[in-house]
Structures are given as C-alpha cells and as structure tokens.
C-alpha cells in the first residue's frame, strides 16, 4: 500500500501544482480524495475514527490506509457515509475497497 499512497501523493501534489478547483485551490486532502479509486472516499477522521463514503449504487466493504495494520473492513451501504474505529495515533491517508 505504501507505492498507492505515493503515487495518490504525487498526484495531488500536480493537482495543487497545476492550479485549483473552479471555487479556489484545493487541499491535499481534496486532491487526493477526488483521484481515490473505487467506490470507497476518505470523507474525514479525527482522534479514534475515520468516516468512509460509499459513492457507488451497491454495497461494500472498505477499510482506511494508516501506517502500521489497517483497520478491519466494514460494510457500506450504497451512497451511505459510515464510521471506522482507529487505533490512538493513526491518520488515515485514503479509503479503499476490501
């Protein structure tokens, strides 16, 4: 996982680069989000948790990227947000499908 997390790095690094969205420049985390492959969308996370979107028509399984073990998979309703559990200390850098 850490070669996908450098390359979704590197691009939302071209994107701040290149110029900003039509409302103003957007944040890394923006970037990386709009170029998140699959149905599963990093929405936000603060201490202990982490909230997935599902922006796919049918139901998943999906889990955060973190350093060290990544969280259990949960399921995700179609087009539902749902809460992840992370460990003390974790920053999860995107969602992906499991």
């Known amino acids: 996982m850490t070669r996908l997390r450098s390359v979704l790095a590197a691009i939302a690094a071209a994107m701040l680069i290149t110029g900003g969205t039509a409302a103003g420049t957007a944040t890394a985390a923006e970037a990386a989000q709009a170029r998140e492959p699959g149905c599963a969308h990093l929405l936000g996370y603060g201490s202990g948790w982490a909230d997935i979107y599902n922006e796919c028509g049918h139901t998943v399984f999906a889990t955060v990227e973190v350093d ?18 992370l460990e003390p200390g974790d920053v999860p850098y995107y969602a992906y499908e499991c």
């Open 68 to 85: 060290g073990f990544d969280p259990p998979c949960i399921q995700i309703g179609p087009g539902a947000v749902a809460t992840i559990g």
